[in-house]
Each structure stands twice: as structure tokens, then as C-alpha cells.
């Protein structure tokens, strides 16, 4: 996953609004979003790396989410262990926040950003392995985390809210939905702005390109919220939305829904109609 725009507590009427971007190696295996269980037998809502196990974002029954980055340097190296293992420890349900932390040993993984949240407790955190001020530097024996208060956040392969333009404009485009959510007459055209930016393939100017390392070709290729390097053949592989609304008796509805990319690679933008859609639903 490598761009998430995150709405917690803002509008009482949606507690909580996700968008994201999961960029990856086209020949990489994975499944779509589906409900499937880890190996303890706890149930979780999210698509699925099948090279390793994990997941880059997902839900449980329960109300636990948690979200996945990588971070962008131009030596990444190979982690001893898979990133998508963090999620799925935390959507298992056992560990608390302070269990979390101690259970990772930073060295262990490449550059990531983690995003924990448990819906009910109103509890929400970011973690990393690099330095928030410096995160295209090698990780260090130690976690960086904040805990997060209500808020829109931006996330992609930097530190929480870094001001990349890609994720300033998942993020403006997060704002502008959630103003839609607040008229009724506008309600029913609320995902707009979000799929609109979701899709957008248009780069960002050389000078507002951050520097971390890669080659210049690449910086213009990831500037945008939609990615497509064929030559790498890499690019984003699929899109999501995440709503919470009221569910009546004093329960919450969650509703994802999730598109699998399609994208040839000499199509000159984006093509909705090229993907396929997934939704589940559930109560909290």
C-alpha cells in the first residue's frame, strides 16, 4: 500500500473514512479483499499478499484496522521478515499498543509506516522504523510513533503526513468528501473527489518532487496517486474505500469497497470500467 488518506472523528455522521492506493509489482500474487482467517483462527476483512502471508490493510470483527506503507529510499534492502505480518498481528486481536511495539523488533523489517486503530476503544497510532524527520535513512533499534487525536492524515512512503503532493491531494480530496457527507442533497455523491483522485495519473512538477534517492524517472513516476511503471512493471494494483456510518441499535456499518487495476500499459490514463470491484460489509 502506498498512499492513505484517513478521516478519524470529523463528522459525527462518519466517524471514519479511508482511501487508498496499493501500489505493487504486477507479478507480485495476491488476493482481492475477501474475508479469510489468520492461522489462529481469527477472521479478518482485507486482501492478501499470497508470496508471504500478510496484508498491506484490513478490519477485524472486532473493530481493529490497521494500514501499511512502505518507505521510499533508494537502497530499501529486503527485511528479514514480511511487513504485511505487522497488520495481521495487530488485527489478531491479541496484543495491546504497548504489546505491539514490544513485539517488533525494527531491524527486523524494511522501511515502514503503521497505522493501528481499535474503533470502540477510540484509539488510533502511527509507527515506524525510520526517523520521522529523516525517513529515507536506514532504520536505527528503535520505533518512532505518535498517538493520533481526531483528524484528517496523509500517508505514503514518507512519515505521517509528510506534504508529498500526491498525498496532499488524497487528502484534499478526503475534505471535500466529507463535506458532501454533511448536506443530504450532496450526500449520495460523496466517494466523487475521493475515486477522482484515486485515479489520478497526472505527475507532479519536478519542483515539488521529494528527493529520496531513485532515479528522477521514477520521483515523476510515483509523484501521482495513480502509478503506472510499466518498463518496472509496477503500478497500482488496486484502489479502496472504507465508510463507518450509524447501523442502528447502537451499532456501526463498515462498508469497503475495493477495485483490482487493469490498466494496460500504453493507456493514457486510468479506465474505471477496466476494473473489478469488491465490497464487504459488516457491524460493529
Known sequence: MCLIALAIGVNASCPLLIA????????????????WHLPSGAEVVAGRDLR????WLGINP?????????????????????????????????LDWTGLQASIAPRDYAGFNLVVGDFHQGFWAWLSNRKPHAPQQEPSDLLHSHILGAGLYGL????????????????????????????PQTAPHWRRPL?????????????ELPATG?????ERALSSPFVRL???GYGTRSSLLLRVRPGGAGRWQVRLD????????????????????????LLW
Not at 477495485?259 to 460489509?281: E, F, K
Open 20 to 35: 487508498a492506493n496499493r501500489d505493487e509489482f504486477y507479478d507480485r500474487p495476491s488476493a482481492a479483499l475477501q474475508r
Open 52 to 55: 508471504s502471508g500478510g496484508t
Open 62 to 94: 472486532g473493530g481493529r484496522v490497521a494500514l501499511l506503507t512502505n518507505v521510499r529510499s533508494a537502497q530499501p534492502g529486503p527485511g528479514a521478515r514480511s511487513r504485511g505480518e505487522l497488520v495481521t498481528r495487530w488485527l489478531q486481536g491479541e
Open 156 to 183: 505514503s512512503n514518507a512519515a505521517l503526513d509528510t506534504p508529498w503532493p500526491k498525498t496532499q491531494r488524497i487528502k484534499q480530496a478526503l475534505g471535500a468528501s466529507l463535506a458532501l457527507l454533511c448536506q
Open 195 to 207: 475515486c477522482a483522485a484515486l485515479l489520478d495519473a497526472r505527475v507532479a512538477a519536478d519542483a
Open 214 to 218: 531513485v532515479p528522477l524517472e521514477w
Open 230 to 232: 510499466p518498463s518496472l
Open 258 to 281: 475495493e477495485w483490482q487495476h487493469l490498466v494496460a500499459a500504453d493507456a493514457t490514463a486510468p479506465q474505471p470500467h477496466s476494473a473489478s470491484r469488491r465490497q464487504q460489509t
